[in-house]
């Protein structure tokens, strides 16, 4: 069996842009966690995958505990809490674990992405649910709905902003005759599409460094250098907000009156996510008005698309 360094899995494995909470909070335990796994056992992606989703629904279970009545109810929410982070350090593990083995598959992928959703909808769900017992608060039932909707908007607008630029991408290398950005194209779409797919603004976005930088250059560039994406609320900062921060909010009824703060952070990550999903949309529309503006440029300069090239003398 090889061995592998916690440099190759940090070289082969690490994305070059990722969420901040996945860069600061979970790789450095990741990466270390898959040196010993990959080293030491011949434990699957898929089986990592069930792991997390093992971890998942004991998170859930905790969450709802306080409305059963068992034990110290800060006590659940913290576990659930700490559950929740830790399964989601193993579904990172499972991606990390197939590239540095090249044991990943597209059924894989597909199995991730639904475990990922059943967890976060099983746990948010107990966390709220579980709340509005506990507390009798309405507010909380009318949050859950709202929490799900906002992370399915998420994934389902990411997928497609993926999509279209993807779209876009290969329109302008058929009609340049680009078959090696086709070809890294068609590899890439034997995958699964993304939803925190921005490269495409990051690259196209990046003109020739002026002499005074602008302070949103500024920033990015500061951000990039620490593998973090310039849009710093994504699913994954959502759902570890939900699930993660607002139940450790609990600890402040250990020394105020307050029972927590879990429909603040609720309200403010729909706020923070929202935001960025319009940031993204107006990108994308940018894009797709350069897009269109080279199309033009390129068809009135007499290019076809490489498809439409066999047939002509």
């Keep these: 069996m090889p061995r592998f360094s916690l440099a190759q899995v940090k070289e082969e494995t690490y994305k070059a842009k990722d969420a901040w909470w996945t860069v600061f909070l979970v790789d450095p335990l990741a990466g270390r966690l898959v040196v010993w796994t990959a080293n030491r056992t011949e434990i699957t992606p898929n089986q990592l995958t069930l792991g997390a989703g093992v971890l998942g629904l004991l998170s859930a279970v905790s969450f709802a505990m306080p409305a059963v009545g068992v034990g110290a109810g800060w006590a659940w929410l913290l576990a659930g809490a700490l559950l929740f982070h830790l399964s989601f350090v193993l579904d990172c593990m499972d991606g990390k674990i197939a590239r540095l083995k090249g044991t990943g598959s597209v059924f894989g992928g597909w199995v991730d992405f639904v475990f990922d959703r059943i967890r976060f909808f099983a746990c948010v769900m107990a966390l709220l649910i579980g709340q509005w017992v506990v507390t009798g608060d309405v507010a909380y039932l009318i949050a859950a709905p ?168």
Aim: aromatic residues 8%.
């Design 146 to 313: 709202v929490v799900v909707f906002f992370d399915l908007l998420r994934y389902l607008n990411g997928s497609q902003v993926a999509k279209t630029r993807r779209a876009m991408r290969r329109a302008l290398a058929e009609l340049v005759g680009d078959t090696e950005e086709l070809r890294v194209d068609a590899a890439k779409g034997l995958g699964r599409v993304s939803p925190e797919d921005d490269e495409m603004d990051e690259a196209s976005a990046a003109p020739a460094p002026p002499v005074r930088r602008s302070r949103y250059a500024r920033a990015r560039d500061f951000l990039l250098r620490h593998r973090v994406r310039s849009h710093l609320f994504s699913g994954i900062e959502y759902e570890m907000f939900l699930c993660v921060v607002a139940p450790v909010t609990v600890l402040i009824s250990l020394f105020t009156p307050l029972d927590g703060l879990i429909l603040p952070v609720a309200a403010f990550s729909v706020l923070a996510l929202l935001f960025f999903e319009v940031v993204l949309v107006l990108r994308l529309w940018r894009e797709a008005r350069r897009f269109e503006s080279r199309r033009r440029y390129l068809l009135d300069a007499g290019m076809t698309p490489l498809r439409n090239r066999g047939g002509q003398s």
